[in-house]
């Protein structure tokens, strides 16, 4: 169950410049229960008296939090804008019940959060039949939530690792060749 509220403005502080702003507030419950579980497989055929009925407690977790974003667009032409922005989100916890199968509980990974940043230019070039956009960014995620894979059963247990890195461009076009043809990338 999830709900937020959230709300965004933009102020144009000149004809070229714009700033956007924005706030929300999130609250994320989530339970995760598992009926009863015969563990011991081969057991219950080989001696169904002696095959181990597993029960788990039920699981619940919630967080609440408030991610936010500021933004600015400066356009540079009347074809071409730069642009920037950076923001700060989060995932709630998770909750992977995979493993129940094989005679092991539930797992949770605590939740993570991001701040991310990014800069870039959009244009609209060779008399508006060429978009070419670009950006680099760069973010962190503060315990991030991963899937540890292995062990006897080749399980699947959720994690939370201290940080993650990520950072990189990119780079995109759409190309009106013709009037009934676009090439894109």
Do not use: C, H
Not at 65 to 73: G, K, P, T
Not at 148 to 170: M, P, R, S, W
Request: glycine content about 8%; overall charge negative.
């Amino acid at each position: 169950t999830s709900w937020a509220l959230f709300g965004q403005t933009t102020y144009k502080f000149t004809d070229k410049l714009d700033v956007t702003a924005g706030i929300r507030y999130t609250d994320d419950v989530k339970t995760f229960s598992v009926g009863q579980q015969n563990v011991g497989a081969i057991a219950l055929i080989i001696n169904p008296p002696a095959a181990a009925i597993q029960n788990y407690e039920p699981i619940k977790v919630s967080d609440d939090q408030i991610s936010w974003e500021l933004s600015a667009n400066y356009r540079l032409t009347d074809k071409t804008s730069l642009f920037a922005r950076v923001a700060e989100g989060f995932r709630a916890q998770s909750i992977q019940g995979r493993d129940v199968a094989f005679e092991a509980p539930p797992s949770v990974a605590d939740s993570e959060t991001i701040t991310s940043f990014e800069v870039g230019a959009k244009s609209d070039l060779l008399d508006n039949t060429l978009r070419l956009n670009g950006a680099v960014f760069y973010y962190t995620i503060d315990d991030i939530q991963l899937s540890a894979i292995g062990g006897e059963t080749q399980g699947n247990q959720l994690i939370n690792a201290d940080k993650g890195v990520g950072y990189g461009f990119e780079v995109d076009f759409d190309y009106r060749v013709l009037a009934n043809l676009s090439l894109g990338g």
